[in-house]
Antibody, heavy 119, light 106 residues
Framework: EVKLLESGGGLVQPGGSMRLSCAAS????????MNWIRQPAGKAPEWLGF??????????EYNPSVKGRFTISRDNTQNMLYLQMNTLRAEDTATYYC??????????WGQGTLVTVSS | DTVLTQSPALAVSPGERVTISCRAS??????MHWYQQKPGQQPTLLIY???NLESGVPARFSGSGSGTDFTLTIDPVEADDTATYYC?????????FGSGTKLEIK
């Protein structure tokens, strides 16, 4: 069974930084692209970016809306996915999901972790 | 960015047939996928590549379309289908979601 458990969310001040983590299990982690997707309360999800699998060199792609502020990384020895977020703004307030891509769609989603950017 | 337009809300009675539409601002071929999100939960995959039913999803759900116009159909609708439904395209970068259609079962 695929399991994705996000952690690291909470309250952060505008301009601050935060790192989210996602513990993955139940599948061969290195075989899959891993994504971060966020969803503000009452709004649609927004894809933030992904990190490719081993076969594709673990390279990254980002949504231009967060490129340069957010960084996705993975620890393949620990089956962990990370999202480093810098220079946070109020509009970054959302639930952040760790999501597995199978082929070309978002097959498995974690429960999410809430990030609130406020003073 | 590819904008996906969905009707904001629908209300139907149990047993009826409902169609939820998604129109893309540019062609996405058949790289359109559908998700269901129940209140307080994460989205779950229903349909991939426009018309393929995800494993474990009831056959009451079906999808169709290509290019810019896509449809998710639920027939017959059940009370448990109360949720928001999102379309998502993976043809153009960045990957984008529709604004969602909130389905109410009367």
């Amino acid at each position: 069974e695929v399991k994705l458990l996000e952690s690291g969310g909470g309250l952060v001040q505008p301009g601050g930084s935060m790192r989210l983590s996602c513990a993955a299990s139940g599948f061969t982690f290195t075989d899959f692209y891993m994504n971060w997707i966020r969803q503000p309360a009452g709004k649609a999800p927004e894809w933030l970016g992904f990190i490719r699998n081993k076969a594709n060199g673990y390279t990254t792609e980002y949504n231009p809306s967060v490129k340069g502020r957010f960084t996705i990384s993975r620890d393949n020895t620990q089956n962990m996915l990370y999202l480093q977020m810098n220079t946070l703004r109020a509009e970054d307030t959302a639930t952040y999901y760790c999501v597995v891509t199978t082929v070309d769609w978002f097959a498995y989603w974690g429960q999410g972790t809430l990030v609130t950017v406020s003073s | 960015d590819t904008v996906l337009t969905q009707s904001p809300a629908l209300a139907v009675s149990p047993g009826e047939r409902v169609t939820i539409s998604c129109r893309a601002s540019e062609s996405v071929s058949t790289l359109m996928h559908w998700y269901q999100q129940k209140p307080g939960q994460q989205p779950t995959l229903l349909i991939y590549l426009a018309s393929n039913l995800e494993s474990g999803v009831p056959a009451r759900f079906s999808g169709s379309g290509s290019g810019t116009d896509f449809t998710l159909t639920i027939d017959p609708v059940e009370a448990d289908d109360t949720a928001t439904y999102y379309c998502q395209q993976s043809w153009n970068d960045p990957l984008t979601f529709g604004s969602g259609t909130k389905l109410e079962i009367k």
